[in-house]
């Protein structure tokens, strides 16, 4: 029974570990290659208090967009590129590399936009190269900007590699899911196999008890062998 318990946590600790391994790699050659490895960090970075509660006060509207695409244009397509996929002339060589905020800002607050936009990467966890824009841009700029950058992500995406949710839809997820998926299945195989093993570890009187009852061996035989077993 103690064997039993502790294969079953190995196996446990073992699709834990290539569970996490599986999270690791999904970046590899999975439609979410545009996001580098520290992404998750910076996308998890606490958000200083006086942005914290902040929410765009800017309905998005034509001519809200239309100035949000102005102040792109002018400011932002250099690094995050014309359709925010990250790839604008001046991102080569970037390390970290510019989000593709087209697809980021569909899943990040308006209070995170607000504040990266304000207050640029200088500092840990981003270390980057984003620009602070509280000095170029006024409240309301930032929040155009936003609007825009929000609806690059709904026009071109419709149905593409992420769907309008990095996290629940698309290929990426799917991919992911099917790894989760396979990791539980070879689990439970490998938890029945070793179950089945166990049995053939039962102790010899209950061996010997199932083979009479099989019939494999006569009464005489039985009674004998397990006189045998009870003395040892
Ligand atoms: C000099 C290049 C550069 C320019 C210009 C620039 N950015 Fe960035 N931006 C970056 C880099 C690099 C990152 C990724 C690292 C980070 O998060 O700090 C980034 C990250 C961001 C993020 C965080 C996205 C995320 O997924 O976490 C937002 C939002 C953003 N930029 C918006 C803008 C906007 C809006 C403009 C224009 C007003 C702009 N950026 C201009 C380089 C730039």
């Known amino acids: 029974m103690m064997v039993k318990i502790r294969v079953t946590w190995f196996l446990f600790l073992a699709a834990m570990i290539s ?12 439609p979410m290659d545009g996001m580098d490895s520290g992404m998750m960090e910076r996308h998890m970075a606490p958000i ?16 809200s967009l239309a100035r949000g695409q102005a ?16 790839d604008g002339p001046a991102a080569g060589g970037l390390e970290p590399p510019p989000a593709p905020i087209a697809h980021t800002a ?3 607050s308006d209070a995170y936009l607000f504040y990266r936009i304000s207050e640029g990467g200088s500092i840990a966890p981003f270390n980057s190269a984003m620009p602070a824009f509280e000095g170029n841009l006024d409240e309301q700029e ?9 609806s690059l992500g709904g026009d071109m995406m419709g149905n593409d590699m992420m769907g309008g949710n990095m996290i629940m839809g698309g290929p990426g997820f799917l991919l992911f899911a099917g790894i989760i998926a396979a990791v539980v299945l070879v689990v439970i195989w490998l938890v029945r196999r ?39």
């Open 48 to 63: 200083p208090p006086e942005y914290a509660d902040l929410t765009n006060p800017i309905s998005a509207d034509a001519a």
């Open 106 to 108: 569909q899943m990040l």
């Open 71 to 86: 102040l792109y244009e002018a400011n932002c397509a250099t690094c995050h590129g014309d359709d925010g996929e990250g």
């Open 19 to 30: 569970l996490l391994a599986a999270c690791d790699s999904a970046g590899d050659g999975s």
């Open 194 to 232: 070793t179950s089945g093993h166990n049995q053939a570890a039962e102790s010899p009187l209950e061996i010997l008890k199932r083979r009479y009852a099989r019939g494999e061996i006569d009464a005489e035989h039985y009674e004998a062998m397990k006189r045998e077993l009870e003395e040892e």
């Open 142 to 150: 930032r929040w155009e900007v936003i609007n825009y950058v929000r």
